[in-house]
């Protein structure tokens, strides 16, 4: 695919390109996006994240024997090549030969598991899926022979996680089930950025000295990496469900809900920075344009060329209103006709994806959707340096006692995915919403954070012992005892997945820990300054 820029090289441009168009930026506030570490991140977490995307497509296409199927399979190896780039750019071109053979491997087997499911080969499934299972320990082990701060077992877990999930959203597909597959879709992306995320994390932790934080504080980066995500993540839905339009495809409902739920977390996003009546303003401009490419498929599949035009007029206003809408949020860092251009190019972007698709130049169709899901994270990275120059404080990290150290646990509601500092390991179970309570698994936040848990069967009791500290918990009841001092929850502890379940805030408030709450993506972040000693000694305890 000649036509196709190297993705790394777009996203290595990114900081370069944001301070040529928009120089007022550059230099207008202390705490920043950007530096080598969070760089490295978002290249991680966009490329894996787009990994899982084209994965999902390609054997949607395999399996419906679509004459894009070849085009869409070049993608995903040119997303390959541009990860293998990246590998190599750390570890020397060895390792990212290495790599991208290790790669490109396991999109064999995800093939393999198309190829027999459409010859309802059974054994041919579970071949590939055993293969699959054998990738993640290979994998696994290559990893941590590169960077001691991976281990082989958690990416091995981790890697089970995204097969297992890529697995489900093809088979739900094959069934028919549209929205469970689409949802599993999203679940894909969402745990691939987090596998960037902890990636990243490893090599920053290795060499220090090459990849530094230089200006940007950590809750700066992980606004970055909401709206980059999603951004990106809305550019990939857009072109799918365009495609699903114009052929009427049975699963056009499901992947528009997709795009309309990842339309949801973005004004979510909005929201939790500007407030609900932003956020409903927003969603109400973004769900619009939105509208407007579906009458740009209608119009195409009408062959009506006057409504066509009309649609890409309003596309173009759009991108006005839009500005404006932000420019009166923050007046001091948006532009009407900065946004305004800057979203040019992603209507352009789709509607070449589009036209191209329609036309049967399935090349071009591809090299136009990685070009919008990139330019989208560009335009995520405008986004979140606006509002940290607006909004100084907020993203300030705080200062720690001398000392001490701040400890990061990190987790998603309906993910298994469990971060503590540099470390990703996996639950049995996923934090959920009951009763507007945020719930999580006892167990593995107790021990996170370094506690012993005992749990008696026949009572149904849960003791978490933290230093000095011993807490009762009983399943079904609204009250704990701490250290024999009865203490009221405000909601039961309940028994789910066969796990005890406790409230979150409760909990990490009653040992000092901060909650913070990632509206953009359902995420918890939790918080602590610990002494040097107590850390080494939890993070002993995880090893």
Do not use: C
């Given at each position: 695919m000649?036509?196709?820029?190297?993705?790394?090289?777009?996203?290595?441009?990114?900081?370069?390109?944001?301070?040529?168009?928009?120089?007022?930026?550059?230099?207008?506030?202390?705490?920043?996006?950007?530096?080598?570490?969070?760089?490295?991140?978002?290249?991680?977490?966009?490329?894996?994240?787009?990994?899982?995307?084209?994965?999902?497509?390609?054997?949607?296409?395999?399996?419906?024997?679509?004459?894009?199927?070849?085009?869409?399979?070049?993608?995903?190896?040119?997303?390959?090549?541009?990860?293998?780039?990246?590998?190599?750019?750390?570890?020397?071109?060895?390792?990212?030969?290495?790599?991208?053979?290790?790669?490109?491997?396991?999109?064999?087997?995800?093939?393999?598991?198309?190829?027999?499911?459409?010859?309802?080969?059974q054994?041919?499934?579970?071949?590939?899926?055993?293969?699959?299972?054998?990738?993640?320990?290979?994998?696994?082990?290559?990893?941590?022979?590169?960077?001691?701060?991976?281990?082989?077992?958690?990416?091995?877990?981790?890697?089970?996680?995204?097969?297992?999930?890529?697995?489900?959203?093809?088979?739900?597909?094959?069934?028919?089930?549209?929205?469970?597959a689409y949802k599993a879709e999203r679940e894909a992306y969402a745990h691939m950025m987090h596998f960037g995320h902890v990636l990243a994390d490893a090599i920053v932790k290795q060499y220090p000295d090459k990849f530094t934080n230089e200006g940007a504080s950590v809750a700066s980066v992980d606004l970055r990496s909401a709206l980059d995500g999603l951004l990106s993540e809305h550019g990939s839905l857009a072109v799918l469900a365009m495609q699903k339009g114009i052929n009427g495809a049975p699963d056009f409902d499901a992947a528009a809900g997709a795009l309309m739920a990842n339309s949801d977390d973005l004004s979510a996003a909005i929201t939790s920075v500007y407030g609900a009546d932003a956020g409903k303003a927003f969603k109400g401009l973004w769900n619009t344009h939105i509208g407007f490419f579906v009458d740009y498929v209608k119009a195409t599949a009408a062959k009506d060329e006057a409504k066509r035009k009309e649609a890409l007029d309003k596309l173009n206003q759009y991108g006005t209103d839009f500005g404006a809408f932000l420019e009166s949020a923050n007046p001091n860092n948006f532009k009407t006709t900065d946004i305004?251009?800057?979203?040019?190019?992603?209507?352009?972007?789709?509607?070449?994806?589009?036209?191209?698709?329609?036309?049967?130049n399935y090349t071009q169709a591809y090299a136009s959707t990685r070009e919008a899901s990139a330019h989208m994270s560009h335009t995520g990275d405008y986004l979140a340096t606006g509002i940290v120059a607006q909004f100084q404080e907020k993203y300030h990290d705080p200062k720690t006692p001398n000392g001490s150290s701040v400890m990061k646990i990190w987790m998603k509601i309906g993910s298994s995915s469990l971060a503590i500092d540099n470390k990703s390991m996996m639950m049995d179970t996923a934090p959920f919403m009951w009763e507007s309570s945020t719930y999580v698994p006892l167990r593995f936040l107790a021990e996170g954070i370094g506690a012993n848990v005992t749990w008696d069967q026949a009572s149904q009791?849960?003791?978490?012992?933290?230093?000095?500290?011993?807490?009762?918990?009983?399943?079904?009841?609204?009250?704990?005892?701490?250290?024999?001092?009865?203490?009221?929850?405000?909601?039961?502890?309940?028994?789910?997945?066969?796990?005890?379940?406790?409230?979150?805030?409760?909990?990490?408030?009653?040992?000092?820990?901060?909650?913070?709450?990632?509206?953009?993506?359902?995420?918890?972040?939790l918080s602590k300054a610990m002494p040097m000693e107590q850390g080494m000694k939890m993070d002993a305890h995880m090893h």
């Open positions: 000649k036509t196709m820029k190297p993705m790394v090289k777009t996203f290595a441009m990114a900081a370069l390109g944001l301070t040529l168009i928009f120089p007022s930026l550059a230099s207008a506030h202390s705490y920043s996006i950007k530096s080598g570490s969070s760089d490295l991140r978002i290249t991680l977490e966009s490329l894996l994240g787009e990994h899982a995307e084209l994965a999902i497509i390609a054997m949607q296409k395999g399996i419906d024997g679509a004459a894009d199927f070849n085009d869409v399979a070049a993608a995903l190896l040119a997303n390959g090549d541009d990860l293998s780039a990246a590998v190599g750019s750390v570890y020397g071109d060895a390792a990212g030969k290495a790599f991208k053979g290790l790669w490109s491997t396991h999109i064999g087997f995800f093939v393999d598991y198309v190829t027999a499911t459409s010859k309802k080969d054994a041919g499934r579970q071949a590939a899926l055993d293969k699959l299972a054998k990738y993640g320990t290979d994998f696994g082990a290559f990893l941590e022979s590169a960077n001691p701060n991976l281990k082989a077992a958690d990416v091995a877990e981790g890697l089970k996680s995204h097969v297992s999930q890529l697995i489900e959203a093809f088979d739900d597909y094959v069934n028919k089930d549209y929205t469970s305004a251009a800057a979203l040019k190019p992603h209507v352009a972007q789709l509607i070449r994806a589009f036209d191209s698709y329609v036309g049967k009791t849960a003791w978490v012992k933290a230093g000095k500290d011993t807490m009762t918990f009983w399943v079904e009841k609204d009250t704990m005892e701490l250290n024999g001092v009865t203490k009221a929850i405000g909601t039961p502890v309940v028994l789910r997945d066969g796990r005890t379940q406790v409230p979150l805030r409760f909990i990490t408030e009653m040992l000092g820990w901060d909650v913070a709450w990632n509206e953009s993506d359902w995420s918890i972040t």
